[in-house]
């Protein structure tokens, strides 16, 4: 089970920081997407972390202004969001999978055991 956190309102420009913590097993040497959902859009990828290497990517709106990384401990998945944007709005939630390719290979559909999600909103 992957439980999301972090979420929040923040005012455009603000920042905030979202964790996937893993309930009973590890994300180490699994590949962690994040994605989010606003109201009445359809599910988009917005960044990974790589089981291979730790490689990262990130969706074309969110480089430059999200960092993904993974905890000392291993069971967490941190997604670090600066300079937001009232677009940025959404429920964001994150799956593990272990692929055989770099995560961002693989679509939305591809990845299967989300969490519940945690809401950001982004107003002044």
């Known amino acids: 089970q992957l439980v999301e956190s972090g979420g929040g309102l923040v005012q455009p420009g603000g920042s905030l920081r979202l964790s996937c913590k893993a309930s009973g097993f590890t994300l180490d040497f699994k590949d962690v997407m994040w994605s989010r959902q606003a109201p009445g859009k359809e599910r988009e990828l917005v960044s990974c972390i790589s089981s291979h290497d730790d490689s990262t990517w990130y969706q074309d709106s969110a480089k430059g202004r999200f960092t993904i990384g993974r905890d000392n401990s291993r069971d967490t998945v941190w997604l670090q969001m600066n300079n937001l944007k009232p677009e940025d709005t959404a429920v964001y939630s994150c799956?593990?999978?272990?692929?055989?390719?770099?995560?961002?290979?693989?679509?939305?559909?591809?990845?299967?055991?989300w969490g519940q999600g945690t809401q950001v909103t982004v107003s002044a």
């Open positions: 799956s593990e999978e272990s692929f055989a390719l770099s995560c961002w290979n693989y679509r939305v559909d591809e990845y299967h055991n």
